[in-house]
Antibody
Framework: QVQLVESGGGLVRPGGSLRLSCAAS????????MTWIRQAPGRGLEWISY????????YYGDSVKGRFIISRDNAKNSLYLQMDSLRAEDTAVYYC????????????WGQGTLVTVSS | EIVLTQSPDFQSVTPMEKVTITCRAS?????LHWYQQKPDQSPKLLIN???QPVSGVPSRFSGSGSGTDFTLTINGLEAEDAAAYYC?????????FGQGTKVEIK
C-alpha cells in the first residue's frame, strides 16, 4: 500500500535550519510529482512547493521562496525539504503528498512532522 | 495567485441534515478538488476534478460547479463526517487551498 512517512521535524531557533525527509513506499516514486504542504497550529492548509518526477521542474510559494529548497532522490525513494532562515511563522505540521502530474490532485498524504520555531 | 474563498467558515449541523459548502475562486478554474481532514489526521481526498468521487468515499458526498463557483454537498450528515473540509485548485501554480470549513455535529 502507498505510504509516505515524514521525519526530521523538531524544535529550532529563529534563523536556524532544518531538513525534512519523506520516505515513500508502495508505489513507483519516480513516476510521481511530490509536494510539500504545511499547516500551522489550528490553521488551514498552505501549499509550499512541488517537484517534478525528475526534479527538472520546481515551484515554490512566495512565503518560502529563497529560504526553502525542495529536492528528491529517486534511487532512495525520498523527498526532502531544506529549510533555512526559519521564522516563528514557519511553525507548522509539514506534510508530503504525491500527484500524478503537476496539475493533478494530491491523492496520498503522509502523517506529517511538526516543526516548531521558537527561542 | 488564485485565491479560493470558502463559506461558511463553520457550520453546526444536526445528523441527517444536508450540508453545503461553497468554494469561490478569484478567477476561472477547471481543476478543483475537495479534502476532508479529521482531528489529528492528514487530509483525505474526497472529490477530484469538481465532481468525481474518489473510490471508497460514501455516496452522500458530491461535488458540483464550474468557472469560479464550486460546491461540496453532504446529503444526510453522519456523525463520522465531523471534520474540516478544504478545496484545492491545481489549475495554476502556486496551487492554493481554501481557508477551510469546519463542520460540527450538533
Amino acid at each position: 500500500q502507498v505510504q509516505l512517512v515524514e521525519s526530521g521535524g523538531g524544535l529550532v531557533r529563529p534563523g536556524g535550519s532544518l531538513r525534512l525527509s519523506c520516505a515513500a513506499s508502495g508505489f513507483t516514486f519516480s513516476d510521481y510529482y511530490m509536494t510539500w504542504i504545511r499547516q500551522a497550529p489550528g490553521r488551514g492548509l498552505e501549499w509550499i512547493s512541488y517537484i517534478s518526477t525528475t526534479g527538472a521542474a520546481i515551484y515554490y510559494g512566495d512565503s518560502v521562496k529563497g529560504r526553502f529548497i525542495i529536492s528528491r532522490d529517486n534511487a532512495k525513494n525520498s523527498l526532502y525539504l531544506q529549510m533555512d532562515s526559519l521564522r516563528a511563522e514557519d511553525t507548522a505540521v509539514y506534510y508530503c503528498a504525491r500527484s500524478n502530474k503537476w496539475n493533478d490532485p494530491l491523492d496520498y498524504w503522509g502523517q506529517g512532522t511538526l516543526v516548531t520555531v521558537s527561542s | 495567485e488564485i485565491v479560493l474563498t470558502q463559506s461558511p467558515d463553520f457550520q453546526s449541523v444536526t445528523p441527517m441534515e444536508k450540508v453545503t459548502i461553497t468554494c469561490r475562486a478569484s478567477q476561472s478554474i477547471a481543476r478543483l478538488h475537495w479534502y476532508q481532514q479529521k482531528p489529528d489526521q492528514s487530509p483525505k481526498l474526497l472529490i477530484n476534478y469538481v465532481s468525481q468521487p474518489v473510490s471508497g468515499v460514501p455516496s452522500r458526498f458530491s461535488g458540483s460547479g464550474s468557472g469560479t463557483d464550486f460546491t461540496l454537498t453532504i446529503n444526510g450528515l453522519e456523525a463520522e463526517d465531523a471534520a474540516a473540509y478544504y478545496c484545492l485548485q491545481t489549475s495554476s501554480v502556486p496551487h492554493t487551498f481554501g481557508q477551510g470549513t469546519k463542520v460540527e455535529i450538533k
